[in-house]
T-cell receptor
Framework: DTGVSQDPRHKITKRGQNVTFRCDPI?????LYWYRQTLGQGPEFLTY????????KSRLLSDRFSAERPKGSFSTLEIQRTEQGDSAMYLC?????????????????FGAGSRLTVL | TQLLEQSPQFLSIQEGENLTVYCNSS?????LQWYRQEPGEGPVLLVT?????EVKKLKRLTFQFGDARKDSSLHITAAQPGDTGLYLC???????????FGAGTRLAVHP
């Protein structure tokens, strides 16, 4: 498999429950990103990792959200005490760490996403 | 307020028509990308532009980056039903490591 894998693809949960999503990036990619996409909107940046280090977190990432990438390979995104407003598609993307600003720079490969519905 | 404004939001056309969608910002981008996203899938990269005034062609799709690197356009010639999808522009500002996305243009091409 040469793509970015996300699991589960769909999750329906009741408000107040915890959920966890997993992302397996392309193996040689050392940068991993999480985005959230709500209906009718483009993806919004949540956080990113370089290897196992979490280098940036968006203000969108409340204290109910936590992301990890313990061994610098797969990553998990956990949402605690889910709220209906958390319903969205959670997208993971990865890329190689490169230099410069050429056309090959900053090329993200996205997974198919994990769609969360909070009832 | 979106940093990248895309227009139109929705476009419904007949097969064979031409169309242009726009991506505008007041910020300067070091690079800008266009993605296409189908329902239930993640965005897929179409093109990256990095130089002001750059024009890139991908079969029937023509992408242009504005001279000031603040705006971009995507022109599709003789649209086909397979072009249906959400077209997203995304830009990188300076040395920041994240891509900022517009809200997208949802295109429907009818046979």
């Amino acid at each position: 498999d040469t793509g970015v894998s996300q699991d589960p693809r769909h999750k329906i949960t009741k408000r107040g429950q915890n959920v966890t999503f997993r992302c397996d990036p392309i193996s040689e990619h050392n940068r991993l990103y999480w985005y959230r996409q709500t209906l009718g909107q483009g993806p919004e940046f949540l956080t990113y990792f370089q290897n196992e280090a979490q280098l940036e977190k968006s203000r969108l990432l409340s204290d109910r959200f936590s992301a990890e990438r313990p061994k610098g390979s797969f990553s998990t995104l956990e949402i605690q005490r889910t709220e209906q407003g958390d319903s969205a598609m959670y997208l993971c993307a990865s890329r190689e760490l490169g230099t410069g600003t050429g056309s090959g720079a900053n090329v993200l490969t996205f997974g198919a996403g994990s769609r969360l519905t909070v009832l | 307020t979106q940093l990248l404004e895309q227009s139109p939001q929705f476009l419904s056309i007949q097969e064979g028509e031409n169309l242009t969608v726009y991506c505008n910002s007041s910020s300067v981008f070091s690079s800008l990308q266009w993605y296409r996203q189908e329902p239930g899938e993640g965005p897929v990269l179409l093109v990256t532009v990095v130089t002001g005034g750059e024009v890139k062609k991908l079969k029937r799709l023509t992408f242009q980056f504005g001279d000031a690197r603040k705006d971009s356009s995507l022109h599709i010639t003789a649209a086909q039903p397979g072009d249906t999808g959400l077209y997203l522009c995304a830009g990188r500002i300076g040395g920041y490591n994240k891509l900022i996305f517009g809200a997208g243009t949802r295109l429907a091409v009818h046979p």
